[in-house]
Each structure stands twice: as C-alpha cells, then as structure tokens.
C-alpha cells in the first residue's frame, strides 16, 4: 500500500515530423485518479503508451517517485508496478477467464511468461490461483472464471480487462478508455471499481476516458490535451468551467458533452 507519485515533465513523442505530444508536463499526486481527456487524435493514447515504454519518448522525462522510466523498456516499467489496459480489449478469447488472469500473473512469477505457461510449482501455483479468484471476485467474475472469454458479455471483458491489469498488482493503474462502450449503469459500476481498487490496493490511477460523466464524478484532477499540448488542468469543477476546454472538447456551455468532440 505505497501508492507512487507520476511526474510527466515536458514529455514529447515524435511519428517521423508529427508531434504527438509536445511538451507535456503534470503531475499526479500519490493515491489520487488523475483523467486525460481530450479530442481525438490529442495524444491520449500516445501520452499513455509512453508512459508504459511502448513509444520513445523524443524529449522530456518520465518518473515514478524517484525512478526515472524515462526510455524504459515495457517489462521493466511493468516491474517497476504499472499495470494497464488497453482501448481495444486484448484476452485470448479461446482460454477461461480463470486462464486469462493468471497470464496476467506472469511478471510475479519466478521465471515469466514461458514458466507460467508450461509449468509453475503447485504451491506457487495455488497461491497465484487464490489472489486470482480474490481479484476476480472483487470485480465481480468469480462465476465467470471457467467460461471461455471469448463468449463473455462485452461488460464482463471490460471486467476481464481491468482484473487483469489488477493481477500484476500495480502501484501505478493505467486504463485506457476503461468504459467506452459500456452503458450507462455499466459504465459508473466500472468507475465505482475503479475507486474501490484505488482504496482497497492503495493504487495511483491514470485513466484516459471520453464518458465526461465518469470522468467528472471519479477523477480528482484533469488534464486537457489538444493538438499534442496541455491545454489545461484542474479539478473537475474547474476544468468543466474553463473556456478554453468548453471551445476544445466539451462544446457550448451548457452542454453535456458524451463523446470525444469531432474537430
Ligand atoms: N504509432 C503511430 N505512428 C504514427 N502516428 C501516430 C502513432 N500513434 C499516434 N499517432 C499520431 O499521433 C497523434 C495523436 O494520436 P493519439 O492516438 O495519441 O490520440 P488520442 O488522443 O488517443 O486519440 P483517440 O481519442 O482517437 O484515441 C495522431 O495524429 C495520430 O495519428
């Protein structure tokens, strides 16, 4: 239960001329759900892949604490306790969501990956299996757990997704649009996971989200990208005032905006 401080400090990211990210600075406070909203094509998801170490990172740095994970290959930043999910929702749809989950064991391991799949001993194996169905329960799959994931609800692998991301045991959760698609009583359930694990594992949380309703009612702060730059930040009540995001992202005042704007 040592939730980390993130500090992103003038982070750029580069596609051969394109600036993804130009420059991007905030910090996020240990223990608190920090929401990156956004336009599309802002740099949501870029700014999130490089924080993970899947896109280099061009200028700036990125650190954890102390740690700088700046250029830091993936399995190292996951070692280092950031776990995450991604947009679109990545099981292996033929394997048991019991199956799924304890892949997601694997950086615990004694030897990784290959190991988990080949052979684990049984007394290591019972204890992963034991927090596996723990977490599962706390999402809520614990029926679920030897149904192929490939035939579960669209909700329950939004589920499968997050409880995955949670058996790496993170201090750092990173979630990726944890609930586009999702209606409306799925989505604030989802959210309502979100800042029970928060809680419960005492987690730092980054979520990237275009449901402005879950963004507003879990995030303690915000930040605004557009075009690559912040172009604000601030706790919900004040993001939701700010004229500079009502022109960007949210649209005229008094609207309530659902969905990422159309430029
Ligand atoms: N791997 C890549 N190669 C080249 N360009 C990329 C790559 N990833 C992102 N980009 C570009 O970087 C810019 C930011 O994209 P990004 O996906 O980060 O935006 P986003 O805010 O996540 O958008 P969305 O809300 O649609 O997911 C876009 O112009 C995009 O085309």
């Not at 594992?201 to 303690?220: P, R």
Request: proline share 5%.
């Amino acid at each position: 239960m040592n939730p980390p401080r993130l500090t992103v400090d003038a982070v750029s990211v580069a596609f051969s001329g394109l600036r993804a990210l130009d420059e991007v600075s905030f910090t996020v406070e240990p223990g608190t759900v920090h929401a990156v909203i956004g336009p599309n094509g802002a740099g949501k998801s870029s700014l999130l892949n490089a924080l993970c170490g899947i896109y280099p990172v061009t200028g700036g740095r990125i650190l954890l604490d102390e740690h700088e994970v700046t250029r830091q290959r993936p399995d190292r930043v996951a070692a280092l306790g950031v776990g995450r999910t991604f947009q679109n929702i990545v099981v292996s749809p033929r394997e048991s969501v019991l199956d799924n989950l304890m892949v997601g064991r694997h950086r615990l391991t004694r030897a990784g990956l290959v190991r988990t799949a080949l052979w684990l001993g049984r007394g290591e194996e019972r204890r992963h299996e034991a927090r596996v169905r723990e977490i599962a329960g706390f999402v809520g799959l614990s029926e679920r757990l030897d149904k192929t994931a490939g035939r579960l609800a669209y909700g329950d692998l939004k589920r499968l997704e997050f409880a995955r991301a949670l058996c790496l045991e993170p201090r750092l959760l990173i979630l990726d649009e944890p609930v586009a698609g999702l209606n409306t009583a799925e989505s604030r359930e989802l959210g309502r996971l979100v800042l029970a694990a928060r809680d419960a594992l005492g987690l730092t949380v980054v979520f990237v989200e275009h449901d402005m309703g879950v963004v507003m009612s879990i995030a303690d702060r915000i930040t605004v990208l557009d075009f690559g730059r912040v172009v604000a930040e601030g706790a919900p009540a004040e993001v939701r005032r700010n004229p500079t995001v009502i022109s960007a992202y949210l649209g005229a005042p008094g609207e309530d905006a659902q969905e990422g704007a159309p430029r």
